[in-house]
């Protein structure tokens, strides 16, 4: 009796406190881990990456492409510190040519993943564009500035990047009042997938 209540309480426990890892269709929520570049164990600075804040150009891209089926159902950025206020975040399948984009601000202190109005649909082996782009009026470059992985002194990046199984990272691109700057770092924009 006491093994099936300790059964019975792990159990409601584990109902609680388990997440989406995209492996069982019943339980296929946003899942802001599985694509994130956020956190990434590849961007860490055992692989030669350095964490920036820097980049004074509107907009910051990556490309990658997606080899598993499902949705984009969010999107994950980090205010420049000295910014509160909005940009335009945008998710495109360069495959399909749609493209979703959202008006959003973030918190200045960490990422914070906001939900997308309307998801992008994936199939397996779409390539997928994610930017951020700083739309309004500044007064210094220190506000459309944000965070980026990068190698020391800027030295190029090699791509393809295995994010992980499911995802590669393809290229970045920096432009917008100067550039473009590509493949030199990767801005930490995350996405939130929803496997199908």
Known sequence: ???????????????????????????????????????????????????????????????MIVNASGEICSIGYQNAAAYIGTYEMEVENMTTNV?????????????????????????????????????????????????LYRHPGFAPIVFPIALNPNATLIGTSFYGTGGPSNDFAIPVIGVGFKLN
Not at 15 to 44: I, M, Q
Not at 106 to 131: H, M
């Open 99 to 147: 493209t979703v984009t959202e008006t959003l601000s973030f918190s200045q202190t960490a990422i914070e993943y906001k939900p997308l109005a309307v998801p992008l649909v994936l199939n397996a082996g779409d390539t997928i564009a994610v930017r951020r782009t700083f739309t309004n009026t500044y007064t210094s470059a220190d506000e459309i500035i944000g965070n």
């Open 1 to 63: 009796m006491k093994t099936l209540k300790s059964l019975l309480l792990c159990l409601i426990v584990s109902s609680f406190t388990s997440c989406d890892n995209d492996n069982d269709p019943t339980n296929n929520v946003c899942d802001e881990t599985y694509l994130s570049l956020a956190g990434s164990n590849v961007f860490t600075t055992a692989n030669g990456y350095e964490l920036e804040e820097t980049m004074d150009l509107l907009t910051h891209e990556y490309t």
